[in-house]
């Protein structure tokens, strides 16, 4: 009888298959979260070098021109440029603080706010026009950064659905029966079949061919983890299509401490008040 151990390793410490396909797909979460958070810096890396392009240059243009009225409009331009700047760095410092691995009381506001910010140059240059629609709503019981990764890409996912421009819409709003705090992405683009749409969430299946020409999208793993990361807040994510109207995707999470409208109290029908003699 041969000595040699047995190819299967039957250790009691040896994770079982469940806990090894929860392990890849932590690992596949975290990769998603590098490669989203890779594309954004590309982006804001570009736009930032287009800020100070624009400082240098009406800067020199400040220098080469005396009189006051060039001057002040030079520096007008390079306080604009400046504020852009600002806002750039808000936004990526933002990102930075958000890193919690835990679920906890979460404005969404801001994280919409700073999310729209830092896609906005992407959107114009691709001529998509942005309308954003944020509502009171109370805090949501999330993780900040992985729900901006989500909206992140989703963003990204409506641009490149819109390949000759379009209208994209963000919305963020409380849905007071449900008690969730609701965010929407809805675009004009090509839409999906309705064929496809049981199959949007699958992992490595995409309507794409693969990426477009900014090099981003194509690999079919986008989707997958925005439900995954949703299905972990013990929220829900739904998508609506139509072919030649567009895509919305909502995104519902459970509120904290949610908005309880105050009772009306109503008069009862035919009592007449009466006085006391």
Same mark, same amino acid.
């Given at each position: 009888m041969s000595n040699q151990p047995s190819a299967v390793n039957d250790s009691p410490n040896q994770p079982s298959l469940e806990e090894q396909v929860e392990t890849l797909k932590r690992r596949l979460a975290e990769a998603q979260k590098f490669t989203a958070l890779g594309e954004l810096m590309s982006s804001t890396t570009h736009e930032f070098n287009n800020v100070l392009?624009?400082?240098?240059?009406?800067?020199?243009? +400040?220098?080469?021109?005396?009189d006051e009225a060039t001057r002040n409009r030079c520096f007008e331009k390079i306080m604009a440029a400046g504020e852009r700047a600002a806002k750039i760095t808000t936004g990526v410092l933002g990102m930075a603080r958000n890193r919690s691995d835990r679920r906890e009381a979460t404005d969404l506001a801001p994280l919409v706010k700073d999310a729209v910010m830092l896609l906005e140059r992407e959107m114009q240059k691709y001529r998509v026009e942005l309308e954003v629609q944020i509502e009171e709503t109370p805090p949501a019981l999330a993780i900040g950064n992985q729900i901006q990764q989500v909206l992140l890409n989703l963003m990204i996912n409506a641009r490149q659905a819109m390949?000759? +421009?379009?209208?994209?819409?963000?919305?963020?709003?409380?849905? $007071?029966?449900?008690?969730?705090?609701?965010?929407?992405?809805?675009?004009?683009?090509?839409?999906?079949? $309705?064929?496809?749409?049981?199959?949007?969430?699958?992992?490595?299946?995409?309507?794409?061919?693969?990426?477009?020409?900014? +090099?981003?999208? +194509?690999t079919g793993l986008g989707l997958a983890t925005c439900r995954d990361i949703i299905e972990a807040h013990e929220g829900k994510i739904r998508v609506q299509s139509t072919v030649g109207v567009g895509t919305a995707f909502t995104i519902r999470l459970p509120a904290v401490n949610p908005i309880v409208p105050a009772p009306v109290i109503k008069p009862a029908v035919g009592v007449t008040p009466t006085t006391a003699t």
């Open positions: 392009t624009s400082v240098i240059n009406y800067a020199q243009m +400040g220098l080469r021109h005396k390949p000759r +421009g379009g209208r994209l819409v963000v919305r963020l709003w409380y849905e $007071a029966e449900e008690r969730c705090v609701s965010l929407m992405v809805r675009d004009s683009g090509t839409g999906i079949p $309705a064929e496809q749409l049981p199959r949007i969430f699958d992992p490595f299946f995409s309507t794409k061919s693969g990426p477009d020409e900014s +090099g981003k999208g +194509g």
